[in-house]
């Protein structure tokens, strides 16, 4: 039977095939798979929460890399380069995961990432899958998280999470990954002045980007002040220090040096039981969010707040109401339904 008499009128496969393609590392079904869970439509909801039901088992033994950087760090190129290293050097497959950031206007994005990696993309050992924030917050994709469990199904040891950039907001992707790596510049300001407080106590490594050329000493200079910087913040529970590193993506230069770096990481957390501990806070982290994004949703739903809503939030933009009586008047009309 051809692969494509088994899609349904609206374009879903029967979960046993999802589970089977996923499971074989099938590519085309995995990338079906994330656009399932992506979907908003109730109905592939329910599908896509039997899909994780029964991939869990089979989850949960990659390293998790969250990659975020300032604008022009190069985080595209050095992916695009760690990720032929663990390919090419080391024999292994990747997953990237790559979040574009949505228009506040039109809600779309251009999802380019898969063109700035451009060995990775022609690469049978590397998904690429890019996602659209659509408003949410934390510089990742609302559903990044399950994401990373299909992609874990499916077999890949490594998972590369790339962020939309450095922003006040840019901490969910921290409470997903394994190890957080900020990608920095050299000689573009007074560098310790840009580093957000929020962003350095989350970081598990730093590595200063484009050192190479003239800008080689810089960057070493930087990656000083960098790790002087570091040791005024109190010492990391898990016993890890973080550590701050010079490389050039361009030249492929320290690029091994970071991925050991992640290395020798998991192993430390591995053996001292704070990996455990940090993804069964992760896990708490994600139920609550989807519990949160639940409630959102039935709010919505709600044929009373529905009624209002439209009038309340038009009372607010012409000043006729505060926010905070406006919220107090929806979540008064709020009636969530017993079972």
């Not at 704070?274 to 519990?291: C, F, N, T």
Request: charged share 25%.
């Amino acid at each position: 039977m051809r692969w494509e008499a088994c899609v349904s009128v609206r374009g879903r496969l029967p979960l046993d095939r999802y589970i089977e393609g996923v499971l074989a590392g099938d590519r085309v079904t995995l990338a079906r798979a994330i656009t399932l869970i992506e979907s908003e439509l109730p109905a592939d909801g329910e599908l896509a929460a039997r899909l994780l039901d029964a991939v869990l088992p089979h989850t949960g033994n990659s390293r998790r890399v969250g990659i975020t950087g300032v604008p022009g760090a190069g985080k595209s190129t050095f992916i695009d380069t760690l990720g032929m290293h663990l390919i090419r050097d080391l024999g292994e497959s990747v997953a990237v995961l790559t979040v574009d950031p949505s228009s506040p206007i039109s809600g779309g994005s251009i999802l380019g990432d898969k063109t700035r990696m451009e060995r990775l993309a022609v690469e049978d050992r590397a998904f690429i899958r890019p996602s659209p924030a659509r408003g949410h917050l934390g510089g990742v994709a609302r559903r990044t998280r399950e994401t990373i469990l299909l992609c874990e199904a499916a077999g890949y040891p490594n998972i590369l999470v790339e962020t939309v950039g450095v922003g006040q907001s840019e901490t969910a992707v921290r409470s997903m990954v394994d190890f957080f790596l900020l990608l920095m510049l050299a000689g573009a300001g007074d560098e310790l002045q840009g580093m957000k407080r929020g962003i350095i106590e989350m970081i598990d490594g730093m590595a200063i980007n484009k050192a190479d050329g003239d800008n080689r000493h810089k960057a070493e200079r930087a990656r000083v002040e960098y790790a002087g910087a570091l040791h005024l913040f109190p010492a990391p529970a898990d016993g890890w220090t973080p550590r701050t590193m010079t490389c050039s993506a361009l030249h492929n230069e320290g690029i091994t040096e970071i991925w050991q770096t992640i290395l020798e990481h998991r192993e430390l957390l591995g053996s001292n039981g704070h990996l455990a501990r940090r993804r069964s806070r992760q896990a708490l982290d994600w139920m609550r969010e989807l519990v949160t994004l639940g409630l959102e949703t039935r709010f919505r739903a709600d044929t009373r707040v529905a009624a209002r809503l439209a009038d309340v939030e038009q009372a607010v933009r012409d000043g006729h109401s505060t926010p905070f009586a406006a919220s107090r008047e929806l979540l008064g009309l709020f009636q969530p339904k017993e079972k």
